[in-house]
């Protein structure tokens, strides 16, 4: 089992930065951003593959948001530059791995309040 943790999430006014982190409980396939904004499903935000350090990006966030990795920590950072106000969401952090018998799983954390003022 993988057990995440994340933090960071914060009130900023439109245009300022958060960064976001989440620390895995080990080495995972891969991680990711997704994020649900008050009476919307939750969507995919950003993703890397943790062997190969592929990334991939929403198009919403493609230019504002970095994603990186600490491969010694095992931790997934989400900078978010030039917040918006519909950036406004609880972002949560996935880990997909693989179990002990083989088979595929994910985990999600608990989720980080990100608020943008207009």
């Known amino acids: 089992q993988v057990q995440v943790v994340e933090s960071g999430g914060g009130l900023v006014e439109a245009g300022g930065s958060l960064r976001l982190s989440c620390a895995a409980s080990?080495?995972?396939?891969?991680m990711g951003w997704f994020r649900q904004a008050p009476g919307k499903e939750r969507e995919y935000v950003a993703s890397v593959l943790w062997s190969s350090g592929t990334i991939n990006y929403a198009d919403s966030v493609k230019g504002r948001f970095t994603i990186s990795r600490d491969n010694a920590e095992n931790t997934l950072y989400l900078q978010m530059n030039s917040l918006k106000p519909e950036d406004t969401a609880v972002y949560h952090c996935?880990?997909?791995?693989?179990?002990?018998?083989?088979?595929?799983?994910?985990?999600w954390g608990q989720g980080t309040l990100v608020t943008v003022s207009s």
């Open positions: 080990r080495r995972t396939f891969s």
């Open positions: 996935n880990a997909h791995f693989t179990t002990a018998s083989g088979a595929p799983a994910d985990t």
